[in-house]
Structure formats: structure tokens, C-alpha cells
């Protein structure tokens, strides 16, 4: 099943360095090898994003994330996991759990696609 796993960090959060804290690039060589990753990458923070509407046929356009929230979206991965548990498993092993907020979503299944 595949996920996608939101990388987000608070801003107001003071980065230290916690005892065994998994090392990013060891979590993305790891996961790659094992094709648990199947893409990621870092993104431009929210203050740089464009909300995109079509309200009574007009496209109307506004600076910035569609939602006001502290955590702020950084990066995302897309993963290939047998279920759940395993799922939950990589996303806690990644650095930013440990700092900030790994949020899974589930793709959805076609019923063409099992």
C-alpha cells in the first residue's frame, strides 16, 4: 500500500540535538534500498505557496497554504509499505519525528488496482 508522509516542522521549535536521534540522510539511503521510498523531497516553506479555487467559474488564487496551522509542511515521501504498522514504523525511525509532526495518508485503491 502506498502512503504519503507529510514532513512537517513548528517553527517556533528550538532544534537541538536529542540522544540517538536518527541521522535524514541514513533514513533516506536505508529506506531507498529496502524500496520502501519510493520519492521525496524537501519543499518551499508555506509563505511561498499559491492556493489554487475555481469558485462560480472563476479561478481565484491566494498567497500562501490553504490552512492556517502551526506545523508547517517541509518535505514529503512517498512510501510502499505492507500496511500500517509498517508504515508508522519507517515515519518514526525519520529525524523530524522526533522534532516535528510525520502525518501518513493512505492512497487511495482503485478497485481496478487489486
Known sequence: MKYLMLVCVDPDLTQRDIPGEPDVEDWVRENDAKGVRLMGDRVRPGSDATTVRVRDGEVLLTDGPYAETKDLIAGFDVL???????????????????????????????????
Not at 525519520?94 to 487489486?114: Q, Y
Open 80 to 114: 510502499e509499505c505492507a500496511d500500517l504498522d509498517e508504515a508508522v514504523r519507517v515515519a518514526a525511525g525519520h529525524p523530524m519525528a522526533w522534532h516535528g509532526v510525520i502525518e501518513l495518508r493512505p492512497f487511495w485503491v482503485d478497485d481496478n488496482d487489486s
